[in-house]
């Protein structure tokens, strides 16, 4: 089944934030810089998506979104 996901460029003071993710090796690209992210939950908008995971993995809740896109990747996924 293929997911849809979000990620999020989070600036603040012209500054890029990237998180290290966990080294587990049932993951994508354990232990690496990313940005946050993750699956877009069942009946979840994209917004949505991206208040829960950026609560979730920095513990903010954003008071500027911007949607810039969204990347479609070879095998279709987004």
């Not at 849809?4 to 080294?23: A, E, M, P, Q, S």
């Not at 049932?26 to 917004?47: A, Q």
């Not at 949505?48 to 993995?57: F, Q």
């Amino acid at each position: 089944m293929k997911k849809t996901g979000v990620k999020v460029f989070v600036t603040y003071d012209k500054k890029l934030l990237l998180i290290l993710r966990d080294n587990k090796s049932n993951i994508p690209f354990p232990n690496t810089w990313n940005l946050p992210g993750g699956d877009i939950d069942e009946d979840e908008s994209c917004k949505e998506a991206v208040n829960r995971e950026l609560k979730e993995e920095i513990n903010i809740n954003p008071s500027n979104i911007t949607y810039l896109g969204k990347q479609i990747y070879q095998d279709g996924s987004v």
